[in-house]
C-alpha cells in the first residue's frame, strides 16, 4: 500500500498568503528565510498527523488542505481541522503502529533526533518498531513488583507495591473480617454474656438471702444487748465500791495493827532486861559498899608509897636522919594496911552477890560489868524503848476493838449483797468473782455491740422473724466477690462486645445504633464484598504476570528485530553514503555506537552533523522496516544543514535515490548547494520555489 501527497492547498499561512500545488515523486521547496518553509512543514504536520507527540509548534495559522491518494487511487483529505489523520488509516494494515511514527516521515532541522528528553536509544528504538511501542504501553501501567513477582498457583511472592500491595491490604481486612467473625461467634453468638447474667441473678438472689439473714442476726444482737444491759444493771456498783473500799481499809488497819504488834514484839525483845538492870543497879549500889570497907586502904597505900620514895631519896643524898623516919614512916603505915584486911575478910557474903551480878550481867548482855555506872548507862539506854513499848501495849486494846467492829460491819454488807455469809478469807474471792462476772458480761455486751455495728443494720430495717439461712459472714463476703466479679465479668464482656461492634461498624461503614442482626448481616455481606475483590485483584495479578512475562518475550523478540534493523542491509549500504566514515552501527547496553576503521563512538557524543546523517539513517531503514515494501513519503526540512559537502552530496543522492525507489520526497531548504545538488542527480525532480510566489 502507497500513500502519496497529490497536492497541497492553503492560505493566509504566515507570510504565504495563498498556494496551490500538485506534488511529484521528488519535490524542492526553496525559499529563503522568511518564505514560509517552517509555516509549510507544520501545516503539514498538522493536517496528516496527530500533534500530541510534537513540541515546539506556533500557534495555528492559515487554512487549507492536503489530499493524499491511497495506491488504490482513493484520494482522502486531511487539513489541521480534520478528526482523521493519517495514522487513522495507517492502522489498519499496520497493527500497532508506533505512536511517534510521523517523526519517521517528517525531519526538521530543529528536531534531528528520534527519541525524546529522558528516554535512551534502546527505548527510541523500541518505540519506532513493530508493536514495541504497543507492548510498553500495555506494561507500563503494570506495577514492576507485578512483573517480577513469582506465581505459584495462587501463592504470590513480590515487594509489597502496587497491586501486590493492594491484595495484601484486601488479605489483611479478609482475615480482619474473617476475625471478627470469629469473636462475634465466640462472644455474641456463644451466650456468654447470657450465661454470666444468669449467673449474677443467681448470685443476687443468694446476696438476698444473705441480706434478711443478715437483718435477723443484727435484731438478734440486739435483743442480746438489751438482755447483757439488764444484767448488769443488777449489779449495785455503788455499794460493791464502797465495800472494796471498806475492805481495803480495814486491811490497812490489819496490817497497821500486826505492825504495831511487830513494833511491840521487838521492843520485847529489845528491853526486856530494862527491869533486871534497874533492880541490879540498886543491889550492884548496895553490894559495892559492902565491899569496899574490907579492900585495901588506897589512901594508906599511896602514903606509904610516898613514904618510901621519900626515904629512898633521902639516903641517896645522904639524908639519913630524915631516910630513916620516912622508912619507919612506910613500915607503920604497911603494918597499918595489913591488920585492916585481916578484919575485912571475917565477913565475905556481899562480894559473893557482886560477883554473882556480875555473871548475870555477862550471861544477858554478853560482856563484863565493871561499875554501877555500866548498869545505869544500860537502863538508860532502853528507858526511851521501854517508855514507847508501855504507849503501844495501851493503845493495843482500842485497835483491836476498832478492827473487830470494821469487820463486822463488811460482814454484814457482803451478807447483803451476797445473801451468804462469807468468811474474810473469801472476801477477795468472792467480789473478785462477781467483778470478773460483770467484766464478762460487759464484754459480751461490747462484743454483741461490735457485731451490730459491722453489720450496719438500722434498727427500722430489723427483721423480727428467723428466716431459714443463718448469717454467716464469710458466707456473705464469698457471694459479694463472687458477685462483684460476676458483675465485672459482664461489664468486661458488655465492653468488649462494644468494643467488637464498634469494630464491625468500622469494617462495614455501619451506625453503631445497629443491631447485632443487622450488623453480622452487613458483615457478611463486607466479607463477600472483600474477598470478591481480593479474587479479582488476584486473578488481574496472575494475569497481569502472564501478561507481562508474554510481554518480556515479545520484547526479547523485538530486541533481536533492533539488531536485524542495524544489521539490515540498508543501514549497511547506506550509513557509509551518507556518514562518508561510518561503517556500522550497534546497541550497547541501550546506547547506539558508531563505529569507523579505527574506533567506536556514542552517537550522542559525535558531531550535530554526524548525528543528523545518523538518524536520517535511521529514519529511512526504520520507515522500510515498518512499511515494507509500501512507500510513503518523507518530508525533510532542512535535514542537510549539519553536514559538509561531502556528506551532503551523498545525502542528497540517497534521497533521491530513495524518491526513484518509489518513495515520495519533499525536501525543504534554502540552501543554493542543495538546490544545486538535487539538479546535478535529479532530472525528474520538482522545483517549488517559494521566492516566486505560489501558483
Known amino acids: 500500500m502507497s500513500f502519496k501527497i497529490k497536492n497541497i492547498n492553503v492560505k493566509n499561512l504566515g507570510p504565504i498568503e495563498e498556494l496551490n500545488w500538485d506534488l511529484a515523486d521528488i519535490n524542492l521547496v526553496f525559499g529563503h528565510n522568511e518564505k514560509g518553509k517552517s509555516y509549510l512543514v507544520e501545516f503539514f504536520i498538522r493536517s496528516l498527523f496527530k500533534v500530541k507527540n510534537w513540541s515546539g509548534l506556533r500557534s495555528q495559522q492559515g ?7 491511497t495506491s488504490q487511487g482513493e484520494e482522502v483529505s486531511f487539513s489541521p481541522s480534520s478528526d482523521q489523520k493519517l495514522e487513522d488509516l495507517l492502522s489498519e494494515s499496520h497493527v500497532g503502529l508506533p505512536p511517534d511514527f510521523s517523526k519517521l516521515l517528517v525531519l526538521r532541522g530543529s528536531d534531528v533526533k528520534l527519541g525524546s528528553d529522558g528516554e535512551n536509544d534502546k527505548q527510541m528504538l523500541r518505540k519506532f518498531l513493530s508493536h514495541k511501542e504497543l507492548l510498553n504501553e ?50 455474641y453468638l456463644s451466650g456468654d454474656l447470657y450465661q454470666l447474667e444468669e449467673k449474677k441473678e443467681t448470685l443476687q438472689k443468694q446476696q438476698r438471702q444473705i441480706e434478711q439473714a443478715k437483718r435477723y442476726s443484727a435484731y438478734y444482737l440486739s435483743q442480746e444487748i438489751d438482755h447483757e444491759q439488764q444484767e448488769i444493771d443488777k449489779f449495785d456498783q455503788k455499794k460493791i465500791e464502797q ?21 511491840i514484839d521487838k521492843l520485847e525483845k529489845k528491853t526486856k532486861n530494862y527491869t533486871w538492870l534497874k533492880q541490879a543497879a540498886k543491889h550492884y549500889q548496895e553490894f559495892s559498899r559492902d565491899v569496899d570497907g574490907s579492900k585495901p586502904n588506897q589512901i594508906v597505900f599511896g602514903f606509904m608509897l610516898v613514904a618510901l620514895i621519900s626515904a629512898g631519896g633521902a639516903f641517896l643524898f645522904n639524908i639519913n636522919l630524915l631516910g630513916i623516919i620516912m622508912l619507919a614512916a612506910a613500915i607503920g603505915l604497911a603494918i597499918f594496911d595489913r591488920v585492916s584486911q585481916r578484919k575485912s575478910s571475917i565477913d565475905d557474903t556481899p562480894k559473893r552477890e557482886l560477883l554473882k551480878l556480875k555473871q548475870d550481867f555477862k550471861n544477858r548482855l554478853d560482856r563484863s560489868l565493871t561499875s554501877l555506872a555500866t548498869l545505869e548507862n544500860e537502863q538508860q539506854q532502853l528507858e526511851a524503848d521501854y517508855q514507847k513499848l508501855q504507849g503501844l501495849k495501851s493503845n493495843r486494846g482500842d485497835t483491836v476493838n476498832a478492827l473487830a467492829n470494821q469487820k463486822i460491819e463488811i460482814e454484814n454488807s457482803i451478807e447483803e449483797l451476797f445473801g451468804e455469809k462469807i468468811t474474810s478469807d473469801q472476801w477477795k474471792t468472792r467480789l473478785r468473782q462477781l467483778l470478773d462476772k460483770q467484766e464478762e458480761l460487759k464484754d459480751k455486751l461490747k462484743n454483741y455491740e461490735l457485731k451490730l455495728s459491722k453489720l450496719n443494720i438500722p434498727a427500722k430495717e430489723y427483721l423480727t422473724k428467723k428466716p431459714d439461712l443463718d448469717y454467716q459472714p464469710d458466707q456473705e463476703v464469698k457471694i459479694n466477690k463472687q458477685l462483684e466479679k460476676a458483675s465485672q465479668a459482664i461489664k468486661n464482656k458488655e465492653n468488649s462486645l462494644e468494643t467488637l ?72 549500504d547506506l550509513l557509509p553514503q551518507v556518514t562518508g566514515g561510518y561503517q556500522d552501527i550497534e546497541l550497547r547496553n541501550d546506547t547506539l555506537y558508531v563505529s569507523d576503521s579505527f574506533s567506536s563512538f556514542p552517537v550522542s557524543e559525535i558531531s550535530d552533523g554526524a548525528q543528523e546523517q545518523v538518524f536520517l539513517t535511521l529514519r529511512i531503514a526504520l520507515a522500510s522496516q515498518w512499511f515494507k515494501d509500501d512507500k510513503l513519503f518523507l518530508i525533510l526540512d532542512d535535514a542537510f544543514i549539519h553536514s559538509d559537502t561531502n556528506r551532503r552530496k551523498e545525502l542528497v543522492k540517497s534521497v533521491i535515490k530513495l524518491g526513484e525507489a518509489g518513495w515520495q520526497i519533499i525536501c525543504l531548504s534554502f540552501d543554493e548547494r542543495i538546490k544545486q545538488l538535487f539538479a546535478q542527480n535529479s532530472e525528474d525532480y520538482q522545483l517549488l520555489d517559494l521566492n516566486k510566489g505560489s501558483k
Open 243 to 263: 465495800i472494796k473500799v471498806d475492805i481495803n481499809t480495814w486491811k490497812r488497819s490489819v496490817a497497821s495493827a500486826n505492825g504495831q504488834q511487830k513494833k
Open 501 to 572: 461492634k464498634q469494630r464491625v461498624c468500622d469494617a462495614t461503614g455501619k451506625s453503631f445504633s445497629l443491631d447485632w442482626n443487622q450488623l453480622i448481616e452487613a458483615l457478611a455481606d463486607k466479607k463477600e464484598q472483600v474477598e470478591s475483590n481480593y479474587k479479582q485483584l488476584t486473578a488481574q495479578i496472575i494475569a497481569q504476570k502472564n501478561v507481562s512475562d508474554v510481554i518480556k518475550e515479545l520484547l526479547a523478540e523485538e530486541d533481536q528485530k533492533i539488531d536485524q534493523v542495524l544489521d539490515s542491509d540498508i543501514i549497511q
Open 138 to 187: 500495555i506494561i507500563k501501567p503494570m506495577n514492576k513488583s507485578v512483573i517480577n513477582a513469582e506465581i505459584t498457583g495462587y501463592t504470590i511472592n513480590a515487594s509489597n507495591l502496587g497491586d501486590i500491595s493492594k491484595r495484601q491490604d484486601l488479605k489483611k481486612e479478609l482475615d480482619h473480617i474473617q476475625q471478627l467473625f470469629l469473636e462475634v461467634e465466640d462472644k
Open 63 to 69: 487554512k487549507g488542505k492536503i489530499n493524499v491518494e
